[in-house]
């Protein structure tokens, strides 16, 4: 299956890509009080494209052998993973005050950026990484 891994990668970042444009674009929506954000369509497909870029990772990890628990860098990526899906839940909640749906939808921002840093350097520290080292 190595024969695919340019294929999967490509899959897996175009997913991340899309993953993070449609929660930023929904976000926006839902912050500006619009219904659009809310139509099943939306809803379903960043259900889809999540999916897509899960089994991608999971694709990544079986053909080049190597796990959360063995490679540090994966392992903060999943955890950021983790916080970010957490953020992005409480973001999304319309019954939350809306300053505080801005600041945890920022807050789901800031910690995707840094999961992206983690997978591009391959460090547990992303892009921190060169400012501190």
């Not at 890509?17 to 369509?41: A, D, E, H, M, T």
């Amino acid at each position: 299956m190595l024969e695919y891994y340019l294929e999967i990668r490509t899959l897996h970042i175009t997913a991340a890509l899309l993953s993070g444009g449609l929660f930023f674009i929904r976000g926006v929506g839902l912050l500006l009080q619009q219904s659009w954000p809310k139509i099943p369509v939306l809803r379903y497909a960043t259900y889809a494209v999540d999916s897509i870029l899960l089994l991608a990772a999971f694709m990544l990890m079986g053909v080049l052998h190597i796990y959360p628990v063995s490679q540090p860098w994966l392992t903060v990526k999943v955890i950021c993973v983790l916080i970010y899906i957490a953020f992005g839940i409480m973001a999304f909640r319309t019954h939350c005050p809306r300053g505080r749906r801005f600041f945890l939808w920022l807050a789901a921002l800031v910690v995707y950026g840094f999961i992206v840093s983690v997978a591009r350097a391959h460090h547990p520290l992303g892009f921190l990484a060169k400012l501190l080292g």
